[in-house]
């Protein structure tokens, strides 16, 4: 079935530093692969999703990387600001996972000023 | 206009009550849901409606029952409530149930519930 592994579980960087966020999966029919960002206390947002067909997709400082041999994929932040900081979740679709997404375990990033 | 909404958003009960919790999504999607977000933010999805019928149940305790009675609608009904039970519960939808396809999901603002 549908398995998905976040990795860090905790980031700190510094305002202006690169922030990478890494999840693997097992499902090799999964087909798409969402982020979305939880800030304290509000509701998970979607911040950008890719589809199998696609390697890498990118929207102003935010980017995801897909490796569908290696089952893996990223978020990447640039320029990372403060009001980044947030609980940042990666998840699964399509696949196995029919009908629902599953969530990675979710990565606290905090950026200092 | 708040596209999934949901009530009430917070929620204190003793053991052993009973308590629902409301969702409306204006959105005229076709697929709604409930997720668990436990104390270590991991969250989980618990029942998916796909316009009123239930497509997914995740091995949620009996006590937990979903109604949904129109595709508008997805109300949780907890019965004997357990202190393992607090949490945050999602409400969210999306326009289908992904089928072969992604699934995009727009999220209700939440609703704690603190069983003391």
């Known amino acids: 079935g549908e398995n998905v592994e976040q990795h860090p579980s905790t980031l700190s960087v510094q305002e202006g530093d690169s922030a990478v966020i890494k999840c693997t999966y097992s499902d090799s029919a999964s087909n798409y692969f969402p982020w979305y960002k939880q800030e304290l206390g509000k509701r998970p947002q979607l911040i950008i999703d890719?589809?199998?067909?696609?390697g890498e997709k990118k929207d102003q400082r935010i980017a995801v990387t897909l490796n569908k041999t290696a089952k893996h994929f990223s978020l990447h932040i640039t320029e990372t600001q403060p009001e980044d900081s947030a609980v940042y979740f990666c998840?699964?679709?399509?696949?196995?996972?029919?009908?629902?997404?599953?969530f990675g375990q979710g990565t606290i990033l905090t950026v200092h000023p | 206009d708040t596209a999934v909404s949901q009530t009430p958003k917070y929620l204190v009960t003793q053991m052993g009550n009973d308590k629902s919790i409301k969702c409306e999504q204006n959105l005229g999607h076709d697929t709604m849901y409930w997720y668990k977000q436990d104390s270590k933010k991991f969250l989980k999805i618990m029942f998916s409606?796909?316009?009123?019928?239930?497509?997914i149940n995740e091995t949620v305790p009996n006590r937990f029952s979903p109604k949904s009675p129109d595709k508008a609608h997805l109300n949780l009904h907890i019965n004997s409530l357990e202190l393992g039970d607090s949490a945050v519960y999602f409400c969210?939808?999306?326009?289908?149930?992904?089928?072969?396809?992604?699934?995009?999901?727009?999220f209700g603002a939440g609703s704690r519930l603190t069983v003391l």
């Open positions: 998840a699964l679709g399509g696949g196995t996972s029919y009908g629902k997404l599953t």
């Open positions: 969210a939808s999306s326009p289908n149930r992904g089928v072969g396809g992604a699934n995009v999901l727009t």
């Open positions: 890719i589809r199998s067909n696609v």
């Open positions: 409606y796909n316009n009123k019928e239930l497509i």
